[in-house]
């Protein structure tokens, strides 16, 4: 399917990422902040550099998720939490608007970089959703980098994961007041010259998760979407709720079923649809406006455009 955006002008751009949603309290720290801007730069200037060379939606979703799966602050790829386990289980997925081609991956335990597996699934295989073993398979005959479980541990993960653990709780990574520093499923929307939207998202889950527990950011409709005649999302948070309420088809369907702005549909899904402290989205429209919403204390963010637009926030 060829689906063609409905409007905005060509030759504009803009990319939204986040580093996931949470109540922030311990980090106060100006290094540490610094560090989470410094991150978020790094992503937010590897997508728009492939925006403004007249690259695809989709590669500047896909690298900017990437550099942030590479940098260990994230959870996501090296950084991601731990399961019950001890061990991490990663989830991820990307879809292109233009023709809603999807892929997505979930139970990664070797996978390099999950995102890269993500868009394998949808441009290599006949499927959408890969889980587990057999994703892991497909990875390594695809000949992407396969590491051992270990690549992805970092220490301060690692007393998050005890201190859940020893309260017995499944933690948010944000929320979690072991190590309030080390924060952040990641997401990127982007909508390129053409006019085409895509989103990625990529994800350690949630702090001690156990029974091969899922969250929304591999799901399509869910943690992820992208309809390039609306907009692409990419959602952060207690990925349940999420997945209740199909959180990014919801904010595509209220711009296409209600004929709402961007920004409404988005504020409707975060501050009505869900609850406080469930977390938020980031989200493109076809015509290039932004929208970044949250019901908690902050969602580490960043956004660009073709006008020179390059700004990094947390609360
Ligand atoms: N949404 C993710 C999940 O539930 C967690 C997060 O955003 O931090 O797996």
Not at 283 to 294: E, P
Request: charged share 20%.
């Amino acid at each position: 399917m060829n689906i063609r955006q409905k409007g905005g002008a060509p030759g504009i751009f803009s990319l939204a990422i986040h580093g996931g949603a949470g109540a922030f309290a311990a980090l106060k720290d100006e290094m540490e902040i610094a560090a989470y801007h410094q991150g978020l730069e790094m992503a937010l200037r590897t997508g728009r550099d492939i925006l403004a060379s007249g690259g695809s939606a989709l590669d500047a979703v896909e690298a900017a998720v990437l550099s942030m799966e590479d940098n260990p602050l994230f959870n996501c790829g090296k950084g991601s939490v731990f399961n019950s386990e001890g061990f991490h289980e990663m989830d991820a997925s990307i879809m292109d608007g233009n023709t809603l081609a999807c892929g997505a991956g979930a139970g990664l335990k070797t996978v390099r970089n999950p995102i890269r597996l993500a868009r394998r699934v949808m441009e290599h295989s006949p499927h959408v959703f890969l889980a587990g073993a057999g994703a892991e398979e497909f990875a390594r005959l695809q000949g992407l980098e396969l590491v051992a479980p270990d690549y992805f541990s970092v220490e301060k993960r690692r007393a998050q994961w005890l201190e859940a653990r020893r309260n017995d709780q499944i933690q948010v990574d944000h929320d979690s007041p072991a190590v309030p520093e080390k924060m952040g499923t990641v997401g990127a929307v982007a909508r390129d010259c053409q006019g085409r939207l895509a989103a990625a998202t990529s994800t350690g889950g949630v702090t001690n998760k156990k029974f091969g527990r899922v969250g929304d950011s591999p799901v399509i409709g869910a943690g992820n979407y992208a309809d390039s005649r609306t907009c692409a999302v990419s959602c952060t948070g207690k990925g349940e709720e999420f997945i209740r309420i199909a959180a990014a088809f919801d904010v595509h369907a209220r711009m296409c079923y209600q004929g709402v702005s961007l920004q409404q549909a988005a504020e409707t899904v975060i501050h009505d649809c869900l609850k406080t402290g469930d977390g938020g989205l980031i989200a493109v429209g076809h015509d290039g406006t932004m929208a970044l919403s949250f019901n908690t204390r902050g969602m580490l963010r960043g956004q660009t455009d073709h006008t020179g637009l390059f700004r990094t926030d947390i609360f």
